[in-house]
Every structure is written in C-alpha cells, then in structure tokens.
C-alpha cells in the first residue's frame, strides 16, 4: 500500500519534529492542501520542474524530502540531489536545519521492519537494496554539472546569493529533466523570482490560507484573504516587508524598495507619451548637431521644437548612465530643463559602445544650449565604461562637466575631476536626493519606463542597488534591466543640487528661530536694549 501511495506513507509511517508544541515528535498526518502537494512533487520528480512558492511554516521542505525519501524506499536506482546555499544547511549534525537531519529524523522513526539496509556518509544516503541514493550538495562552485539526477531540490532559493543562484540554474539544466525549487519570496531581483514568474515551468503555491489551521474564521478585507492567525501574525511582523515575504508570497513587496510605492503611483499617473521621436545627427565630433524626425529613433522628446528644429532656450543638464554596448543593458541620456525642473529628454540604446555613446551625449549636449550658445552640462558616471565615454568627450573638445565636490566633505567647494564616482555613501547621497526631488515635485518626470524603473531599487547591506530583472518588454532590445534610465535621470538631478541648497538657506534665513534657542533670547536682548534706549 505505502509503495503504490505516497500519501499512504506520510499518513501511516513518517514523522515530523516539532518542538513549539508540548511533545515534539508528532505523526506525519497531511493537511488536504499538503496531500496534492505530494502527489504533485511525485508527478514532476523525472518529467519536468516544478516551482513551490510558499508561506512561512507550511511544511513544504518535509514534504518535499519525505517525498524523495518514499522514492529512495520503494523505486529502484533512483538518484536525487539536495543542493542549500551553503554546506551546513544540507548536512550538519545535530543542526534541524540541516536537509539531511530532516531525512535522518523520518528514518530513525519509521518501522524497523521498512526500513532497508542502508548508508550513511556525509552529505549521502545509500539504499542498499534497491541502489538508490540522496546526495547533498551546497551552491560553492558549479552545481551538478556534468552530472545526471533523477531530480534535484533546491529548498530556501531566493536565499542564494543571486550569483549563485544564476549559476546553479544553468549548471543543473542539463543533469535533470526535474528540478524542484522550493522557497519563500525575497524580492525580485534573483533568480528564484524568474523561476516563479517562468511560463515553461510548473507552478505550485502553498499559502498560508490554504491551511485549515491558520485559515480558521477566514475573511476578506480590500480584496486581500485575512483571518485571526494571520492578524496576530502581522503584528508580530516588523514591517510590510517581513508580512509579504514569511505570508503573502508576495515578490514586489518582500524586497524593501527604495521610492515608496504609492507616492511612486503618484508620480506615474502624471505620466505621459513623448511629443516627438527620432535621432539627433551630428558630425564625427559630435558637432552640428540636427533633429531628425522618426518613429524609431531612440530619442524621445517632452518638449516642442522651436521654428528652427532646435530646443526652447534654457539651462539643461543631461545625466548619463554608461553601460558596456554588448547588449546586455542600455547606455541612458536624460536632459533635465534646470529653470523648470522638467525632464525634457530621453535616450536608450543597449548596443552603443562608450565611445560611441560619448559623440551622441557631447551632440545631445550642444543641441540643448542656453541664450549664449553654451552646450548643457555633462554629468556622467567617471567608473567603468563611462571613462572611456569621458576621454573621448574630452578629446572632442568638449569642456561642459560636472565636476564632483570634494570627497568626504559637505562643502559646494568641487575638485577638477569630471564626473560622477559611484561609492556606497554617494549612491546613498544621490537616490536620496532624486527620490526627494521627485517626490516633492522639484523634478517632473514624465517617463513612464523611467519610473517604472524606479520601482526596482531596493535598500541593501546599507546601500542602494536595483534588483536584477529581466524584461522582454523593453523597446530599446536590451536584454536586462539594471536601472538605467532611472540612474540617468538621478545623476542629470545632481545639477539642482547647488541651486536647492541657496534655496534652503533662503528659508532658513527667513524662518522665525526657536523661542529656546540662543538665537531667540539674543533678539530678545536686543529688542529689550533697544525699547530702553528709546
């Protein structure tokens, strides 16, 4: 009975450990929702891959190993792997954690009469009788490759550093016809995030309201299923961040974004489609430039040409972000009118190398120049491919830099050296900026691509990055999205920087002090001299 039903087994013979409730050791009796879960692991173990997005404390890890397990008892041959992000969450003695402490648990507490002659070696378990073994691997090095599997599981995915992540999706590809990711979210900018969004895969959610338990007296609230267990649970949470991720199995909202996503909708509903498209032709110095009208250029223009084809004078800034040109994502142009704090322009190109790149950006800026005929400013990011963007500007005689404030130090004073460094602090210092800018409606961005973007950048290890996440929907054809326009739009917002501060300052001027501070007592003194010399 237990060979022909997984089921059967979990229900009559296996385990599970549980040290919250009063006796730990407890039957192994399946919830409905963890039954089809079986059945449905069972049916893709050798046939294809199977994707599990979970809630916090589902039991999806024991049943995807009792489920390996019921296999390595009662089918011959059979060759599975366990692969965690490190060692000692596969195989560690006395660790629960451990993969194979699970295994080693369901074993020691089935019949003595079922179970088989067996070995047990560090990170394998051999079946004796029947030749088929358990594996573990952790995700150092290669994966799997050039190996062959029956399948293979990969419990707590998104928790892989997203190198390795990527790394072990490609090396298993070809070692079995059935991978089994198994996880709870943890944001979108790793490769178990693409796996649950992949259409070629099979898709399997255990959320929490699908268990009895904590679905009991289940309601509805704004279009979301709550109940007691899960109300309690969110105030023990710590932050939204927390709730989308341990129940929600909520991708978007499990990462901690940088730009507040309803102030971000805010922005995105004043949105609206460029005026113009097309290229901006210039010589081979970037020079002369012309506004070419086309459906497909790669320019998109916010603003009305003037009766010369040329941009309505003013003081612009373009700020641009410098990728490799091989494809992989866009070089970005954004020109920023600094009078009205209005984007005015965007460029996207995934496959322009940097020192082509710097000829379009030296022409962008001379085509946007003030009532004296002088080119906008060039702010770019100075690490990277965007050196080599800089020489060449440099080479062509261009002199219109942003020149970068001394290091270190919170001063207007500014070094001679052209452009923006990428650092953790100043990355910090930049997108904090944007983000006030644009929220607070000192920069009007009416890029829909470019906010879009915005919503990607995520707080991490203290600093500000964007999520790594593939689209197919990009027209400029590059093939990941890093952010780009989104960057180029933040470093052309570095310009308003200085013209912030004197406003500031201007207020703060004007503000009435602090009735307790020193200043208030002073003017106090001094009205007091004044009415008694009077």
């Known amino acids: 009975m237990c060979a022909d039903d997984p089921v059967a087994w979990f229900n009559g013979f296996a385990f599970t450990y549980d040290p919250r409730l009063e006796i730990a050791t407890i039957p192994f009796v399946l919830y409905p929702f963890q039954a089809d879960a079986v059945r449905t692991i069972d049916a893709c173990i050798g046939t294809e891959d199977l994707c599990i997005s979970k809630s916090r404390d589902m039991g999806a890890s024991w049943i ?44 020691r507490h089935m019949p003595s009469w079922m179970r088989p002659k067996y070995e047990r070696a560090r990170l394998r378990l051999t079946n004796l009788d029947n030749g088929s073994m358990i594996d573990g691997e952790s995700t150092t090095g290669d994966v799997a490759r050039g190996d062959r599997r029956t399948a293979i599981a990969m419990d707590e995915f998104a928790a892989f550093e997203t190198e390795s992540g990527y790394r072990a999706l490609a090396s298993t590809r070809d070692a079995t016809r059935s991978r089994i990711f198994n996880s709870t979210p943890a944001g979108t900018g790793n490769a178990f995030a693409d796996v649950a969004q992949a259409s070629g895969i099979r898709q399997l959610r255990l959320h929490w309201s699908d268990h009895p338990v904590k679905a009991e007296g289940l309601y509805w609230s704004d279009g979301k299923a709550r109940s007691p267990w899960y109300d309690r649970e969110c105030l023990r949470c710590v932050s939204p961040t927390e709730i989308a991720q341990e129940l929600d199995i909520d991708f978007s909202g499990s990462q901690s974004v940088f730009f507040d996503p309803q102030k971000l909708a805010d922005v995105r509903s004043r949105c609206r489609s460029p005026d113009s498209r097309g290229e901006i032709e210039h010589n081979a110095q970037g020079g002369d430039p012309v506004w070419q009208e086309s459906n497909t250029g790669r320019w998109r223009l916010w603003t ?53 790149m710097a000829l379009v950006a030296v022409a962008c800026c001379r085509w946007f120049a003030d009532e004296s005929g002088s080119p906008a400013t060039l702010i770019h990011e100075a690490a990277g491919p965007g050196r080599i963007m800089g020489d060449v500007a440099v080479e062509t005689g261009f002199r219109h830099f942003w020149l970068r404030p001394v290091d270190g130090m919170a001063t207007t004073k500014l070094t001679q050296r052209i452009g923006w460094f990428p650092t953790r602090e100043s990355k910090v210092a930049m997108w904090g900026a944007y983000r006030r800018l644009l929220f607070d409606g000192a920069f009007e961005n009416p890029s829909i691509d470019a906010i879009n973007e915005c919503g990607e950048f995520v707080y991490t290890n203290g600093g500000v990055e964007h999520v790594r996440a593939v689209t197919a929907q990009d027209i400029s054809g590059a093939r990941m999205n890093h952010g780009d326009r989104a960057t180029a739009d933040a470093l052309a917002a570095l310009a308003l920087g200085p013209r912030l501060a004197a406003r500031e300052t201007l207020v703060r001027r004007d503000a009435e002090p602090d009735p307790r501070s020193m200043a208030a007592r002073r003017r106090i003194a001094r009205e007091s001299e004044a009415s008694a010399a009077w």
Do not use: H, M
């Open 64 to 107: 995807l190993l009792g489920t390996f397990l019921w296999r390595w008892l009662f089918r011959s041959e059979q060759s599975f792997l366990l692969v965690s992000r490190n060692e000692d969450y596969v195989d560690k003695s006395g660790n629960p954690k451990a993969l194979f402490w699970k295994l080693d648990y369901l074993l």
């Open 304 to 356: 009305r040409l003037v009766a010369d084809g040329t941009p309505p004078t003013s003081n612009y800034a373009v700020g641009a972000d410098i990728a490799s040109g091989t494809g992989s994502s866009n070089s970005c142009l954004s020109v920023l009118d600094l009078r009205t704090g209005r984007k005015v322009a965007e460029w996207a190109s995934p496959d322009t190398r940097p020192d082509r």
